[in-house]
């Protein structure tokens, strides 16, 4: 897991964070709740460009800062929440040809 804000300010008020379950990790990203109702909207193949064009979208539509560019949310998709998503056996990623094959662990 990478270093963040919460870590840094928990580290320095010397409080303890609870542990959290492989299972709330999967979902304790909003970008990746997001990104789980897009991919329950999408039948697979989806290409890792249309699925950051929809994320970032719909985060548009959330967001009071200004939204995050296509780009942006790909790479991050493609190095942090697709594999997260991948590992947990609920998408089937292809990193080599940026490629969602399957979403069966998805729910629609």
Known sequence: MSYSKLDSLT???GEER???SASEYRFSSVRRRRLCAVLASRSPPIALEDLARAT???E???ENEPPPTVA???IALHHHHLPVLSDA???EYR???NVIESTDGITR
Do not use: D, K, Y
């Open 72 to 74: 942006e949310v790909a």
């Open 18 to 20: 609870p542990a959290l």
């Open 60 to 62: 548009s539509e959330f």
């Open 89 to 91: 056996g609920l998408i």
């Open 56 to 58: 970032a979208h719909l």
């Open 11 to 13: 580290e320095r008020s």
């Open 95 to 97: 990193p080599a040809t």
